[in-house]
């Protein structure tokens, strides 16, 4: 079944740091680009950050950029996302999913495959 | 960053009705626009990309135009299960970027 299933949301402080984990099942993970896209409660859309194929190669929103860093592991066909120096305005639920063009470097930023979302609070 | 600007922010319409929602870039992005459909408490799902183009088991009552700065998306002959968010997106370029999105609700 191709699927992707996030996990590592929850309640953490101000200032701390998490990290998301995003399991790719169903098909060739190591041939797509794959980004982040959260969305805050009850607000639209926000993409923020991609890797490469390869993992070679990353880009960021500039409200996490220096803070957030994207990640994969081919072996686990696994996504990460560090998160440090969390704040309020992080608090959003986090999707990951797949670019729509396979082999491609950061892909062509489409996203055809999403996860059902980790929901990540920060508050004291 | 790349500014998308949807409009309208929120439109009521029947079943049967032809609706459509329009998204407006910033600068110039040639074809590089995607259109998607968010339900409450789901994750998106793609409907149209390169601005024009059918995502695979979409129906094809969702059809996309524009190029440059200005798109829109039509959706013909409402269905019951159209009624949801509907979400622009650039991806011209990174930070890739979305519009506030349209809500769809039933009249």
């Known amino acids: 079944q191709v699927q992707l299933v996030e996990s590592g949301g929850g309640v953490v402080q101000p200032g701390r740091s998490l990290r998301l984990s995003c399991v790719a099942s169903g098909f060739t993970f190591s041939n797509y680009a794959m980004h982040w896209v959260r969305q805050a409660p009850g607000k639209g859309l926000e993409w923020v950050a991609v890797v490469s194929y390869d993992g070679t190669t990353t880009h960021y929103a500039d409200s996490v950029k220096g803070r957030f860093t994207i990640s994969r592991d081919k072996s686990k066909n696994t996504l990460f996302l560090h998160m440090n120096s969390l704040g309020p305005e992080d608090t959003a639920v986090y999707y990951c999913?797949?670019?729509?063009?396979?082999?491609?470097?950061?892909?062509?930023?489409?996203?055809?495959?999403w996860g059902r979302g980790t929901l990540v609070t920060v508050s004291s | 960053d790349i500014l998308m600007t949807q409009s309208p922010s929120s439109v009521s319409a029947s079943v049967g009705d032809r609706v459509t929602i329009t998204c407006r870039a910033s600068q110039d992005i040639s074809s590089w626009l995607a259109w998607y459909q968010q339900k409450p408490g789901k994750a998106p799902k793609l409907l149209i990309y390169?601005?024009?183009n059918l995502q695979s088991g979409v129906p094809s009552r969702f059809s996309g135009s524009g190029f440059g700065t200005d798109f829109t998306l039509t959706i013909n002959s409402l269905q019951p299960e159209d009624f949801a968010t509907y979400y622009c997106q650039q991806a011209n370029s990174f930070p890739s970027t979305f519009g506030q999105g349209t809500r769809l609700d039933i009249k």
């Open positions: 390169g601005a024009f």
């Open positions: 999913a797949r670019d729509l063009v396979e082999l491609a470097t950061t892909g062509d930023c489409y996203f055809d495959l």
